[in-house]
């Protein structure tokens, strides 16, 4: 015999009025109780794959009849749904989200209130390692007004998906290079000196371009610590350095009164001199600030080995 426990009727009332109340006055509440985020989305297409019905995850990726570029997008489609299929996926894991307005002018935001694009980071673990692919989901009319327009419902669709390090097709107007383009040249000017200065092991090849890193350095914080890894690295006798600004996800840049920030998580690749290869993830937060007309790096912060391990990689 079951037995079971009889809650007074008043507090099953009260309970279902708590969650009534919050469902109408918080968005994300309603939301998330009704299945309309960007994680539903994406598992909407990645379990029909892992379960061998590719023409599932087909139905849960949503193309916009008579875009201008559908057929590229179509293309995609197709092509990057059978190349996940391939790889046999064993388990997913969403690394992050980061979050776009779709309104008005398109920047990155803190949070989904009032984005219109959720773009995801999501790694893929297979028998023969691991890949990261980017996951664009969007509210389903694009242009997303938020607060402006009474939070409606977001109606999160799947419009694109693609390996990190390609750009996307249907969203390609929410980029660090489309949005900033001068702040990204900065970015990778800085790289283009790095990798010089590695090469000949002289730091001044970046310092003098970049004086600021000369100063407050704190390597076990990973603060300005290019000097310390250039001293380091020497000994391997680099011919050639190569970098992947993307390879993991797309660069991000948040702006801010004192400047703007940019996030880089990519691959660092070096030639050896004696004919071998090595390579390496790294993430650095790049601190800009305005010199003229243009941008100087004033900080960067990347993180250190301690750091990846608190973060469990």
């Not at 109780?33 to 087909?58: F, H, K, N, Q, W």
């Not at 402006?148 to 998906?161: E, I, K, M, Q």
């Not at 390090?165 to 970015?187: E, I, K, W, Y």
Request: hydrophobic share 45%.
């Amino acid at each position: 015999m079951r037995r079971y426990l009889a809650l007074p009727a008043a507090v099953l009332i009260a309970a279902a009025l708590v969650v009534g109340v919050a469902a109408v006055l918080d968005p994300g509440v309603r939301e998330r109780l009704s299945g309309d985020t960007v994680e539903g989305r994406i598992g909407d297409y990645l379990r029909p794959l892992m379960a061998g019905d590719p023409a599932g995850a087909l139905r849960a990726w949503q193309l916009v009849p008579g875009r201008p570029n559908e057929t590229a997008i179509a293309a995609r489609r197709e092509s990057v749904t059978a190349a996940i299929r391939e790889l046999a996926l064993r388990r997913f894991q969403i690394e992050h989200v980061h979050w776009w307005r779709t309104c008005c002018e398109p920047a990155q935001l803190d949070d989904d209130a009032n984005a219109g694009l959720g773009r995801a980071v999501v790694r893929f673990d297979t028998d023969g390692g691991s890949q990261r692919y980017i996951f664009d989901v969007l509210a389903r009319e694009t242009v997303y007004w938020g607060d402006a327009a009474g939070s409606p419902p977001h109606n999160w669709t799947l419009r694109d998906v693609y390996p990190a390090g390609d750009a996307p097709l249907f969203a390609s107007f929410a980029s660090a290079t489309a949005r900033h383009p001068d702040v990204v040249a900065v970015v990778r000017e800085f790289h283009d000196r790095y990798g010089e200065a590695l090469v000949t092991c002289d730091v001044r090849k970046l310092w003098d371009r970049f004086p600021a890193l000369a100063t407050g350095q704190h390597p076990s914080r990973g603060i300005n610590s290019e000097g310390v890894h250039i001293a380091g690295l020497c000994g391997m006798r680099i011919a050639a350095a190569r970098f992947e600004l993307e390879a993991y996800e797309p660069m991000q840049v948040h702006e801010h009164p004192g400047g703007v920030d940019v996030t880089v998580h990519g691959v660092e690749r070096f030639a050896l001199v004696a004919g071998k290869e090595s390579a390496g993830e790294f993430k650095k937060t790049f601190t800009l600030r305005r010199a003229g007309r243009s941008w100087e790096v004033a900080r960067t912060d990347e993180v250190t080995l301690a750091e990846w391990h608190q973060l469990g990689r």
